[in-house]
């Protein structure tokens, strides 16, 4: 009896495999001990890839949604270059637990994709401007 099988499909072009900038990262969602619901997890697949197209840097979006009591907790994890961020919120109802779960991580995302343009935009500032010798 096989538990658990590994498939590899190699691809024809050696880059076909890798990510581009205009790709759309991956999307894992997990219901747990929840019912699914495709209306819910194709506005998770779209909020997703607007998070995508706006931060490259991001790579993977992992969302779990599980009950807690009278309501519910959903998780997000975001990873990807440099990348590593994760959410935790509480509603009575899954369509806005993870309305605000996307709604943090975007704010998380901007406020490190700013620091990061920022910080670079300033240090140019400081370092001494290139000048040509004249000769």
């Known amino acids: ?20 900038m205009t790709d759309n990262p991956s999307v894992v969602i997990h219901f747990k001990e929840v019912e ?7 506005s998770i697949q779209k ?3 607007r998070l995508g197209k706006e ?3 991001v790579s993977r979006i992992e969302i779990s949604l599980e009950p807690n009591g009278a309501g519910f907790i959903a998780h ?3 990873t990807g270059t440099g990348t590593d961020i994760a959410t935790q ?4 109802e899954l369509a806005p637990a993870v309305d605000s779960v996307f709604n943090k991580v975007e704010r998380q995302l901007r406020k490190l994709h700013d ?8 240090e140019a500032q400081r370092a001494p401007p290139k000048r040509e010798k004249a000769t």
Do not use: C
């Not at 699914?36 to 194709?42: S, Y």
């Not at 620091?115 to 300033?122: C, D, E, H, L």
């Open 55 to 57: 931060f490259n840097e």
């Open 89 to 92: 919120v509480e509603a009575s």
């Open 36 to 42: 699914q619901d495709e209306p819910l997890r194709e």
């Open 1 to 20: 009896m096989v538990l658990f099988a590994w498939i590899r499909v190699t691809p024809h072009n050696k880059w076909e495999n890798t990510r581009s």
């Open 115 to 122: 620091k990061r343009i920022f910080a670079q935009r300033r």
């Open 76 to 78: 997000g994890h975001v």
């Open 47 to 49: 909020k997703s890839q």
